[in-house]
């Protein structure tokens, strides 16, 4: 299987997927959104990347869409063939194939929140829009949304997927970088219904439309134009599409004071017992001698290795993606040993211990 060059970017818990071909270097932004774009474009620099499409996995409520900006400069959008959105797109079907150079990802219609909710599998992956989330399902009290239709849903379209499917929403208001299907399928409260019905109910007395907030319908008037006037600086987000917080790990992640750092690295019996989750070209540009790098958008794709040679320490620039690494490999299972390397490589050259080329800024 290819692994794809992979970058997760968050924003006010909205999530953004670019994802490469490591052969033609071809690129996919999944659920672009206004404000981030200098970011997409310096991370498809960084990766040597070309943006080849954008997709919307739906139309979205919470947040305002980029796509517009994609489109308008020529760049293919895809979204799903029953979206009412107006700007110029490639329709998506259930079933279809959607490339990304040598990278295939396969449509699944996933409806309930929205009517266009779809979801990319492929490559051991899922991009489950806004239906399935760590610890919980999306919302359904938007116009068009139903409930029952989004349990189903993601009862027969994402839960069918093999168990160690990594799960990547639109969303996350907790602190991991992704799930399983075998651990949603184990955890998530929201799919222990017996069906449909048992979870619509459990939600109470769901009005449709009660979520059509006046901020989320200025979004959807944006998001749905084919031209829309954007503003420069995108509003807060004030709803949320799930619940806040869902997948918060009530444990502790022990953590390495700086005070630590130089007698737990002399402990180590082998490189990979110290992982550093910064991107690549962090890793790159400097190090702490003797440790593996394995970057935090990639770590799903090392869960078996890591599963049996769990790592002793995480570290990261400052401490806080690496406490992300702790979480989610606490989440999906791998090991709730691992100790976060408090302050990260700042405090470690901050106490003069060594670097092996630059100091991280
Ligand atoms: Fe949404």
Redesign the pocket.
Known sequence: MINPVFKVLESEGCRSYLVGCPTTRRALLIDPKVGMQQSYAWFLDAYGLELGAVLDT?T???HLSASSVFADAGIDLYMSHRTPVRRAKRALEAGAQLAVGELSFEVREVPG??VDSIALVGHGMVFC??SLFVGGL?RADFRGSDPAELFESVQRELLSLPGDTLVFP??EYGSVLFSTIDTERRTNPALAHADAAAFAASLGTVVEGTGNSAAVDQNLELNLAAHPDLPDSPPVATTC?GSPAASDDEDEVPELPPGGHAEAHGSLASPGEWVDVRDPVEWKNGRIPGTVSIPLSELGFHLERLRSEPPRYLSCRSGVRSMTAAKTLRHVGVTKDAINVGGGILAWQNQGLPIEGSPAT
């Open positions: 739906h979205h409520a919470d929140h929205t829009g806004d999306a639109g969303h599409c």
